[in-house]
């Protein structure tokens, strides 16, 4: 008998964190739970990521994944600041992890989209179809950051299961 393993996959962001749980076992994932966490924009800095920080161990305390799957951190260079508030919803999110004695794996978003569709410029909606697809769900997972999130997820799953690192992998 195969071993469950719980994965928790997360599209971090600092407005919306789309988070999503699985459950695998061998070949299969079944999802368990997913969501957004929200901040709300007229907070502090300081607010907006304790509110992360507790809406996200609330998930970690619910489900208690023996994984989490992360997206890793890319810029693009006409928005670094964009990039560096990332860093910070990023951050808080490792630390929840380390919290919660995790262990972190990040993905490249090109990566995730090229495993799930085998085109590493995929749009979302094609991300959404096969999460969709791969989770035997009734409809498409909205919003996107759900979708991206559950992505990141079965990345976890398919890295574990086959054994080799996907991101220098693909």
Same mark, same amino acid.
């Given at each position: ?15 919306? %964190? ?98 799930? %569709? ?53």
């Amino acid at each position: 008998m195969s071993e469950v393993r719980r994965i928790l996959g997360i599209d971090p962001g600092l407005n919306v %964190t789309g988070y999503g749980v699985i459950e695998s076992r061998g070949a299969s994932v079944r999802l368990l739970e997913a969501g957004i966490i929200r901040t709300k924009r007229g907070q502090t800095m300081a607010q907006r990521l304790l509110e992360l920080h507790n809406g996200l161990t609330e998930v970690v305390e619910a489900h208690h994944p023996h994984v989490m799957a992360l997206e890793q951190l890319f810029s693009h260079y006409q928005r670094p600041r964009t990039a560096i508030l990332m860093g910070h919803a990023r951050g808080v999110i490792t630390l929840v992890a380390g919290q919660a004695e995790i262990a972190v794996d990040s993905f490249e978003p090109t990566k995730v989209k090229k495993l799930m %569709t085998g085109n590493g410029r995929a749009p979302k909606h094609q991300i959404q179809l096969a999460v969709k697809i791969q989770l035997k769900l009734r409809s498409i997972p909205e919003p996107a950051d759900v979708a991206d999130a559950l992505a990141i997820a079965i990345c976890g799953h398919h890295e574990s299961r086959i054994g080799i690192n996907l991101r220098n992998s693909l």
